[in-house]
């Protein structure tokens, strides 16, 4: 992990000239966006030392240009969360496990990326709400399946199976 303490240093010089020439070749690295996504997704041992680097790297990268932080909410949202919702990431029930560290790392990162004012803030909040909205219709259409409509009707419509079938006496 020694290359993400570099890199954070480099980023994080005073002098915003050499700053952004830093995160301009940074960002022509093949790959490397992916792989600062996915160790933030990855739940470190605790406490992670790299985490906080790691944030402010891909802050940094996330604000330096419109495509790189469109990238990054999407490699976040649409590919990071799968690996939580289908389980193979836990996520525990303590606030103090290493998968919610992770997941309020992701959170605060998003958070930190939709707030930041600059002439790319509208997109990235677009990209947000556009993730958020097409979970939401996944979410509709797995829960309002013709079936399911059918169960919970009869579920929520107070009568039980007896009730249902006439009595013949």
Known sequence: ???????HHCVSLPNPELTQAVLAST????????????????PAPSPSLFTPHLE??????????????LKQINT??????????QGSIPIGQSGTSSSSVAVD????????LCVTQDEA????????????QDTALTALQVCCHP??????AFLTSGHSTFSL???TE
């Open 76 to 85: 976040l949202l649409r590919n990071g969360t799968a690996a939580f919702l």
């Open 56 to 69: 402010r790297v891909l802050l940094k990268l996330g604000l330096h240009s419109r495509e790189l932080g």
């Open 27 to 42: 960002s022509e690295v093949p790959g490397l966006l992916e792989a600062c996504c996915g160790l933030l997704l990855i």
């Open 1 to 7: 992990m020694g290359w993400l303490r570099l890199l």
């Open 147 to 152: 079936r399911h409509c059918e169960h919970l």
């Open 165 to 167: 079938v006439p009595r």
């Open 105 to 112: 790392s992701v959170v605060e990162l998003l958070y930190q």
């Open 121 to 132: 803030t509208q997109d990235r909040v677009s990209a947000l709400l556009s993730w958020l």
